[in-house]
């Protein structure tokens, strides 16, 4: 057991998945040309005004609804202000002293403990644009494609303890917004960014530690790392008697370290202050209650139901309903299946997620549909082809979307059950295998299966297992 | 037609619309008046010569809508107001050779309404002054004496307006800057209700405070061009989606029975140059002639107007300007080695002194520490100014007292910047209480000969109402002559 505590509060970015930018009319689209998507508002133009996105408010609303937050009916933007070439204005339109959403939580469970994690406030504001270092040309170039693309910023309180908390937070901060549909979660397109605030502090003491805050943490797995290198290295410090200092440290993945981004970020004074080009953003509470009423199904209920209705393990749960098209696919194919729920579950666990995870398909439009996996472990169930040929024959299917029955018909891939072949079968291993049935009938009947395994052969594996048992177990008798 | 230029908007717009007088005629003739007069006035950073004057002829061939009311009216606009491929300067070096793509919401709403843009006007750099005298490019002499400034910061449009060489000017105005400028020129200028036009395309100085107006020779003409760029625009979260009047409807009257003349002991107490007051008490008197009821009041927080005006409208000029960073348009200092000093050396070489220090002062208001003690004090002190003046306008109809304490000055007279920031003392409150003003001439200085101007204010958009009592006034005052030019 350390002497030391780990403090970590996050800090998320979550894109928006807008049709438009948060303060003018043109593309969110990511990929583009650079200064492809860019009009004078968002390139920040003299003389230009910006005009509110009117989705932006209801999206954010809408995520501090799903957490629990108080719904700020009348919110206000401020301009952030510092210099840096991918920031056109000179000040990022964001929100400060009244943002949308406040006093939130979100539950999370780490080895079966439960645990609430305050969050502080949600709310919104633009992104920035890229800058693009040449080498080659010996120049840089500012791309503003991504200037103006909605965000919103997502506060924890620092009440995470571990990186497995951190993680399980992000990652429960990330279902619940594929939920809501307002943000595609893509880490490394950047639509979902966190940076991490971390600080330790010996066990038992109130005050909190001197925290260095984490960037460029890009995946889940670079989160983890992080935040557990920079916990070894603070330890370090104060086991050596030196100071952790406030700074920000960047994560390098091919390392696995933090480095310092040196002072430079945190001389920054922001200089935050309404800004006077847009009137304070006025919510009717009617609109927040129909937003209320519009919320979807969200992923811990859905958890609790799937455990409830379906008689699912937490972990195969918690497996299918971090993304809600699995879930969707989960429970479109356990309706459509007559045997029970928790066998779809397994095969979606361990068949449909791996084969979705090297494909890059999303569940919802894998061509094996919940109704033909529903189909395909019918044949099993029914005895028509072994478990064996069943989930050799998943990833074929996933891939030419073929009718299960149509496939094992067309391939001749169903089981052998007629016991005059099978017999034939059985009696040709008996005579060829002399001594081993000298030795079956001697007391060895772990050779069983030896003779089990030939006959498979025979049938190219498409035996029906019980049969056979059954056939030699008449025959050596 | 040789006189053409001494009309006012209002004769032209009809003369152009019976067509006595085409479009490159009347534009001709400002060109000309420009030619004439320009050398010893200075008005215009950028004159629209060639393409004015293929406007006016398109305009022609094509022949008088009587749905455009300035049908063919030349206009100058201060050269703040963005124009579509025309160069906008600010005043300022750092956009020297800045031309945007798109125009202003007004400016659009002017070519839509037949208006020739003829000319950008001079200004103090990013409406940071009270002159003219703080423009990167040159100062600008006021027509009726040239070793005098026209007023600022809307200075070149003033001085162009009164010189004859355009029918109209449309200024900005964030602490008096049309106002100033119109009573120093002896001409008709309004600051509308915050709200009232829209800002786009106006790069701004303090976002809360600017509003677009028109300066004119006559309070008809500033209708007219009122009327035309007043209205919602949704491209400005600020402009307020309220129906517009009909400014011209009222304009007729010809008595002020029943108009209640609230007089501020604030802005007639002392401190004003005598033939200032002389010249405003005298058109309180008219008025009081035409039926009009005056009453004493206090707007009793005059006197913490000036500092909150600067501490609000620098802190937000001080972001304002922050795009003005060398990166995307503008001045780019060259040989720089890091980003940091691109930075400061692009916007050192590129912005004047008063921009300096109004960008310094509005940066440490701002600052961590300070936030409370002036930008947040400045803001409360705003309510209650607004308070003020709404408690006011609940004893009165409107409002009137001069637009300055004394007529235009001679150049360089205002070196200090604090002598020249209190002569916004009786203008920049109602920026702040974001409410409608105007200046209207009510004659000549009997000391320096120079013209003065009343100003008006009134209620929340109720410019209607307030044009029409400057329209009854102006028709019972002496005429304003034209400056000998």
Not at chain 1, 173 to 181: E, P
Not at chain 2, 37 to 54: D, F, H, K, Q, S
Request: with cysteine.
């Amino acid at each position: 057991m350390s002497r030391y505590e780990t403090v970590i509060g996050l800090e998320v970015h979550a894109h928006l998945k807008t049709r438009t930018k948060i303060f003018c009319a043109c593309s969110t689209t990511f990929g583009s040309e650079p200064n492809e998507n860019v009009c004078a508002v968002c390139s920040g133009m003299p003389g230009v005004l910006p005009v509110l996105n009117a989705m932006v408010p209801e999206y954010a609303a809408k995520m501090g609804l799903a957490t629990g937050c108080e719904v700020n009916l009348k919110s206000v933007f401020a301009r952030k202000n510092y210099f840096y070439p991918d920031l056109p204005k000179g000040y990022q339109i964001s929100q400060f002293e009244l943002p949308i959403c406040e006093h939130g939580s979100v539950a999370i469970e780490v080895d079966g403990q439960r645990k609430v994690i305050g969050l502080t406030r949600i709310h919104m504001e633009e992104d920035a644009g890229k800058n693009i270092h040449s080498a080659a040309e010996n120049a840089s170039f500012v791309d503003l494609n991504r200037a103006g693309v909605p965000l919103i910023e997502i506060v924890s309180e620092p009440d995470m303890r571990s990186a497995e908390e951190a993680v399980a937070y992000l990652k429960e901060l990330r279902s619940i917004l594929l939920y809501l549909g307002i943000c595609d979660g893509n880490m490394e397109e950047g639509s979902f960014r966190c940076d991490a605030n971390v600080s330790i502090r010996p066990v038992g003491q109130e005050a909190l530690g001197t925290r260095a805050e984490l960037k460029n943490l890009n995946s889940f797995k670079h989160v983890q790392k992080a935040i557990e290198y920079e916990v070894a290295r603070q330890i370090d410090l104060i086991e050596d008697g030196e100071d952790v200092v406030q700074e920000t440290r960047l994560y390098n993945a091919d390392k696995g370290t933090t480095h310092s981004m040196r002072g430079k970020e945190e001389a920054h004074d922001y200089r935050y202050f309404p800004d006077p080009d847009l009137v304070p953003l006025v919510l009717d509470p009617a609109w927040v209650e129909q937003w209320r009423a519009e919320l979807p199904e969200l992923p811990a209920a859905k958890r609790t139901r799937f455990m409830a209705d379906y008689g699912l393990a937490d972990y195969d749960a918690v497996l299918l309903t971090a993304e809600l098209a699995v879930a969707d696919y989960f429970e479109a194919a356990a309706k459509a299946y007559s045997g029970q729920a928790r066998k779809i579950a397994n095969w979606v666990v361990g068949d449909l997620l791996p084969s979705l995870g090297e494909t890059g398909i999303a569940a919802g439009d894998c061509l094996l549909t919940p109704a033909r996996l529903a189909g395909l472990l019918t044949l099993v169930d029914d005895g028509t082809i072994s478990v064996k040929i069943g989930k050799d024959s998943f990833r074929d299917l996933c891939a030419s979307g073929d009718d299960p029955a149509e496939y094992v018909r067309a391939r001749g891939l169903a089981q052998v059950s007629d016991t005059g072949e099978l017999e034939a079968m059985v009696d040709r291993v008996i005579s060829e295998n002399p001594a081993e049935v000298e030795a079956y009938r001697g007391g060895k009947t772990k050779l069983m299966s030896f003779f089990m395994g030939q006959v498979m052969r025979l049938s190219k594996g498409q035996a029906n297992p019980g049969v056979v048992t059954k056939l030699i177990q008449q025959k050596l008798s | 037609m040789s006189a053409l230029h001494t009309k006012t908007l209002t004769e032209l717009a009809g003369l152009l619309q019976s067509r006595e007088v085409t479009a490159v005629q009347a534009v001709g003739a400002c060109l000309d008046r420009i030619e004439a007069t320009e050398p010893a006035v200075r008005a215009l950073i950028t004159v629209m010569a060639g393409e004015a004057m293929a406007r006016a002829e398109t305009l022609d061939a094509e022949g008088p809508d009587p749905s455009k009311p300035l049908w063919g009216v030349p206009v100058v606009l201060k050269d703040l107001l963005t124009t579509r491929g025309v160069r906008t300067t600010c005043g300022s070096k750092i956009l020297k050779d800045f031309v945007p793509f798109y125009d202003a919401t007004a400016v659009a709403r002017l070519r839509e309404a037949g208006a020739v843009l003829i000319g950008k006007a001079n200004m103090d750099e990013f409406a940071m002054g009270s002159s003219t005298e703080n423009s990167a490019y040159f100062r600008t002499a006021n027509p009726w004496d040239a070793e005098r400034v026209p007023g600022g910061s809307s200075g070149g449009s003033g001085a162009s307006v009164a010189a004859g060489q355009c029918f109209a000017a449309l200024g900005t105005d964030t602490g008096g800057s049309i106002r100033l400028p119109a009573s120093f020129c002896g001409i008709v200028g309004v600051k509308p209700t915050y709200g009232r036009v829209s800002r786009y395309g106006l790069i701004a100085y303090g976002s809360s405070l600017d509003q677009i107006g028109p300066m004119t020779r006559s309070v008809e003409d500033a209708a007219r061009v009122l009327q035309v760029i007043a209205g919602h625009d949704p491209r400005d979260s600020t402009s307020v989606n309220a129906p517009v009047p009909d400014y011209l409807a009222g304009l007729g009257r010809d008595s002020l029975d029943g108009v209640t003349i609230g007089l501020p002991r604030e802005y007639w107490g002392g401190g004003i140059d005598p033939e200032v007051e002389a010249a405003c008490r005298a058109a309180v008197a008219r008025a009081e002639a035409l039926g009009a009821r005056t009453v004493p009041l206090s707007l009793s927080l005059t006197d913490y107007a000036i500092a909150t005006y600067y501490i609000i409208a620098m802190a937000e000029a001080s972001s304002n300007l922050s795009r003005f960073d060398g990166v995307r348009f503008g001045h780019r200092s060259q040989g720089a080695e890091e980003l940091i000093d691109m930075y400061t050396a692009s916007r050192t070489e590129g912005f004047g002194d008063e921009v300096q220090r109004r960008i310094i002062m509005g940066t440490y208001v701002l600052s961590s520490g300070y936030y409370d003690a002036y930008y947040n004090k400045a803001a409360k002190v705003r309510r209650l100014l607004r308070q003020d003046f709404d408690a006011a306008l609940g004893q009165c109809d409107f409002i009137a007292g001069p637009v300055c304490p004394t007529t235009a000055f001679r150049v360089g007279a205002k070196a200090d910047p604090i002598q020249m920031y209190l002569m916004d003392i009786f203008t920049i409150s109602l920026n702040l209480a974001g409410l409608p003003g105007m200046s209207l001439p009510v004659g000549l200085g009997t000391d320096s000969g120079m013209p003065v101007g009343l100003q008006l204010m009134g209620r929340p958009f109720e410019e209607a109402d307030m044009l029409s009592v400057a329209a009854c006034l102006e028709r019972n005052l002496d005429p304003m002559p034209l400056p000998a030019l």
